[in-house]
């Protein structure tokens, strides 16, 4: 499906395109506070999944430390009630509620302090969707609905999934914007992981196939920020939200001069 256009920015600001990653997807906020400490802007975002919510409350104004402190306030279990429907295990009307107190119930794209798209997986047409206009919630909720593990959200006639499914790095709505795009990726494999349960090897096999729609995307980013630390961490470790801060945080401190020379 096509997706709309970046608006060029005034003034030199960075494009971020932020991927899914489960927990890892924590390490975004630490990323994002560090570009707010060097006075780097941010432009526009694009997000999915983890990163698509990341992307979302940042985009709404909300500091990204006080994103992590309201996650780390989160009991996760409350978010995980199982309504073992035709289309998925749990349901999200918690993780709506939650969304809907801190973002407002009725918030619009437009409303939002930057622009951001979000992107989606419609399950029938096996396409990407892609969301900048109108309500925010419905395709933030799409944009994170884990295919099996949640109910497929049903908004516009669609039966929509996680995004990261066909593109979890959604770099397509930045490209004619004319920012550098910067490509922020939360899934590095770990080479040397040990699959000793069935769980394990469910999470080995999603993450190989979501990482698959990704290498042609980071060849099209102006530069790829991916903490290679984020490999030792697996996608359901939300009680390590502080540490995957911190990686975010240190790993893009550490790309400061990179990032700099593509706003000179």
């Given at each position: 499906m096509p997706?709309?256009?970046?608006?060029?920015s005034?003034?030199?600001?960075?494009?971020?395109?932020?991927?899914?990653?489960?927990?890892?997807?924590?390490?975004?906020?630490?990323?994002?506070?560090?570009?707010?400490?060097?006075?780097?802007?941010?432009?526009?975002?694009?997000?999915v999944?983890?990163?698509?919510?990341?992307?979302?409350?940042?985009?709404?104004g909300?500091?990204?430390?006080?994103?992590?402190?309201l996650l780390?306030?989160?009991?996760?279990a409350?978010?995980?009630?199982?309504?073992?429907?035709?289309?998925?295990?749990?349901?999200?009307?918690?993780?709506?509620?939650?969304?809907?107190?801190?973002?407002?119930?009725?918030?619009?794209?437009?409303?939002?302090?930057?622009?951001?798209?979000?992107?989606?997986?419609?399950?029938?047409?096996?396409?990407?969707?892609?969301?900048?206009?109108?309500?925010?919630?419905?395709?933030?909720?799409?944009?994170?609905?884990?295919?099996?593990?949640?109910?497929?959200?049903?908004?516009?006639?669609?039966?929509?999934?996680?995004?990261g499914?066909?593109?979890?790095?959604?770099?397509?709505?930045?490209?004619?914007?004319?920012?550098?795009?910067?490509?922020?990726?939360?899934?590095?494999?770990?080479?040397?992981?040990?699959i000793?349960?069935?769980?394990?090897?469910?999470?080995?096999?999603?993450?190989?196939?979501?990482?698959?729609?990704?290498?042609?995307r980071?060849?099209?980013?102006?530069?790829?920020?991916?903490?290679?630390?984020?490999?030792?961490?697996?996608?359901?470790?939300?009680?390590?939200?502080a540490e995957?801060?911190?990686?975010?945080?240190r790993?893009?401190?550490?790309?400061?001069?990179?990032?700099?020379?593509?706003?000179?």
């Amino acid at each position: 499906m096509p997706y709309p256009a970046a608006a060029a920015s005034p003034t030199p600001a960075l494009a971020l395109a932020l991927s899914g990653g489960g927990a890892r997807g924590i390490a975004h906020l630490g990323v994002l506070a560090a570009l707010d400490e060097l006075g780097l802007p941010v432009g526009r975002l694009a997000g999915v999944s983890s990163g698509g919510i990341a992307g979302a409350f940042y985009a709404a104004g909300f500091p990204p430390r006080e994103i992590l402190r309201l996650l780390l306030g989160t009991n996760v279990a409350r978010l995980t009630r199982p309504v073992f429907s035709r289309l998925g295990l749990l349901g999200l009307d918690a993780v709506e509620a939650l969304m809907a107190s801190h973002l407002g119930p009725h918030v619009q794209f437009e409303e939002l302090r930057l622009p951001l798209t979000l992107v989606a997986t419609d399950l029938m047409a096996g396409e990407s969707v892609y969301f900048s206009a109108g309500p925010l919630l419905p395709a933030l909720l799409a944009s994170s609905a884990v295919p099996i593990v949640y109910r497929a959200v049903e908004y516009q006639g669609r039966q929509l999934v996680d995004g990261g499914l066909l593109n979890n790095l959604p770099v397509e709505p930045l490209l004619s914007g004319g920012a550098p795009v910067v490509g922020v990726h939360c899934n590095p494999l770990n080479r040397a992981a040990h699959i000793p349960t069935l769980r394990r090897l469910v999470e080995r096999t999603l993450q190989l196939a979501i990482n698959a729609n990704t290498s042609a995307r980071k060849a099209q980013c102006a530069l790829l920020l991916e903490p290679p630390e984020l490999r030792h961490y697996r996608p359901l470790d939300y009680r390590k939200g502080a540490e995957l801060f911190e990686v975010g945080h240190r790993y893009t401190l550490g790309r400061a001069a990179e990032l700099r020379a593509l706003l000179a």
